[in-house]
């Protein structure tokens, strides 16, 4: 039995042991949370059966409210977004709790359940209004690759129709639609878009060159390769797992968990070099070494935010709220750096944390040890004279 259609046997089997009659069509009209037993993360990072609450939806079976629409199956048709609003098969367990009836229905439910979340931790942290609400999903997209075959195991923010597409999951792992992480990693590259690429396209000259100069491609590779460590450390941030992506990538993305591996930050003429190749093992394209560079930046983010944790007596989640504020307030200083470049040199990679630390305030001490650490020695010389004066809170 294949791993999707055991998994839909699961959902099947689980319908019958609860012996429930289905009410796919049922309206519950009834206002208050509804209920659904989905596959949902617990605080050990495992997922298992919960049952999970919604704030924000009208519906049971209608997966449409202020944090998000969920599309089930969508696609892309005649260059444009297009699909119907997700309208999930559920059993009923009592008033205003549901169970999903199949693989898909759980899915999309726990896509929309996340989504939720994320609409109110970015009201906690003052940027909802970065981005439009609801929020646009589409699971077990129809999208192609280049070559024309169907996409798998893959899932993007696409700013053009401001819309998160995610692929369905062939390989062993969680499937992408449930992994929280992958989508809160999605969900930060809107808000890259919103706080970053927008500014750079009206306003970096140097960006807009299109004639193939090599330094201005490697700049962009940079841009990217920071919007994806930092989308990797904002899915930790939600998750609190360092090894979200390996749950879905089982085989392939050890590499990419943040609690293991190599955290130094290549100054900007080893960045140019591992993105012309010039790099040993089999991560010689420009597309591996961004992933693998945005990781190392993860990596650090996640060493400064335990040494604040661990430098303070307040509790873990404040700090994290503060690194998560401040690295949304960052963004905007990076792109205004990168707009007054003149594309004449390859940018430097510490720039993302001059960004975060900027020279006008004070260096917190509980940042400077994690830098040393990983910073090139010219990269960290920016910030050693700074750490002379330290102050301990964030």
Known sequence: ???????RYGWFLLALFLGITLAACEKDHQSGPITYLLPWPGQDGEYRMQEVELHTIRYADRLEGAAAKIYLKSGIKDGDFQGEVARPRLIKKSKRRYVAADYESAMAIAVYAHYERFMMWDKELGIDSDLSWPRKVGIEMNMRTKTGDREH?????????DVTLVA?????????????GVLAHEHFHAHFHARAIRYLQENWSAGSDLSGN???????????????GLADFWGYLYTRDPRFMVKTFVREYHVRQLDEGQS????????????????????????CQIYRVGTRVARILKQVLESGVASQETQGEDMEASLARQLMGSLPLLAQRISQHKGDQVIDPNWVFESLFP???PMPAWACKPLENNLQKASWARFSSRCGEREESP
Do not use: H, Q
């Open 1 to 7: 039995m294949s791993r999707v259609n055991a998994k």
């Open 153 to 161: 195991n893959n899932a993007r923010y696409v700013a053009k129709w």
């Open 168 to 180: 369905p999951t062939s390989v062993d792992g969680l499937p992408m639609a449930l992994n929280g």
């Open 214 to 228: 090599e330094i201005r491609d490697t700049n962009v590779y940079l841009i990217r390769s920071w919007n994806e």
């Open 264 to 287: 130094g930050l290549p100054d900007a003429t080893e960045f140019k070099g591992r993105i012309d190749g010039k790099v040993k093992g089999d991560c010689v394209k420009p597309t």
């Open 359 to 361: 020279a006008e305030n």
